[in-house]
């Protein structure tokens, strides 16, 4: 499979591209010569793992007949201090809203999306530690 | 360092953030149970990629006093057929227009980007082969 992406400056320190027909923005802040007309790039690799895993998880589940009311992927990551400042750990909290929800049903979607499905995931695994958790408010 | 991301699903397959106080969703298509609201999350690992290089570039170029007249960033990516579809490989072509660009201070921009400064590109080394190529357009 092949896939491909231009992205074009804008001035300053701002990038545009239109991926999948949505266009994106990113940019620096003012202290470091940019407008802040959009977010920073290196944060989309945070985004790429949520979205990707999230999906995964929901589409499982969906087929498990578990239908959450609610489904939140949190973040937290570690980088280095020093050039190239670069994540060293991305922590996933899987946060589940719902009353009587199956936990290994959950734990198991989890499972075949961080071993089996989410290719950012098994990407970023190999440049990085990636460790998650799943907590579940009734 | 530390950094984090907060993401919700909005139902169907989509699922909002906020970054740096910019909106972001990511979406499947349709055929997979997607409403395209967005794009889907791991193209973002591009988009990621350009970003941070491209801006230590167009950085670089202006303490070196180059004003490029056009500057973008292309990437052509291959990936695995099987699950986890994840990138193998990212190609990145640095586009440069203008008249009489220096060629060597250029490549030099471009190389302290991928060896010193973009962590993003330090990252997926790890993970993948990251190759350039320069294009001059007068």
Redesign the interface.
């Known amino acids: 499979?092949?896939?491909?992406?231009?992205?074009?400056?804008e001035g300053g320190?701002s990038?545009s591209?239109s991926?999948?027909?949505?266009k994106?923005v990113?940019d620096?802040?003012e202290e470091?010569?940019?407008n802040?007309k959009?977010?920073?790039?290196?944060?989309?690799?945070?985004?790429?793992?949520?979205?990707?895993t999230?999906?995964d998880v929901?589409?499982i589940l969906?087929k498990m007949r578990i239908d959450p009311e609610?489904?939140?992927?949190?973040?937290?990551?570690?980088?280095?201090?020093e050039?190239?400042?670069?994540?060293t750990k991305m922590h996933l909290i899987y946060e589940f809203k719902g009353k009587n929800l199956d936990t290994e049903k959950l734990k198991k979607a989890i499972e075949l999306s961080q071993d089996?499905?989410?290719?950012?995931?098994?990407?970023?695994?190999?440049?990085?530690e990636i460790t998650y958790e799943i907590k579940i408010i009734e």
Chains 1, 2 share one sequence.
């Open positions: 499979m092949k896939d491909s992406i231009h992205v074009g400056w320190m990038f591209t991926i999948h027909g949505h994106l990113v620096a802040k470091f010569g940019g802040d959009g977010p920073r790039p290196k944060a989309l690799m945070m985004l790429a793992l949520a979205g990707c999230g999906m929901i589409s969906k609610g489904f939140n992927v949190h973040i937290d990551s570690e980088l280095t201090d050039h190239p400042k670069q994540y089996k499905y989410c290719g950012v995931s098994a990407s970023l695994k190999k440049a990085m």
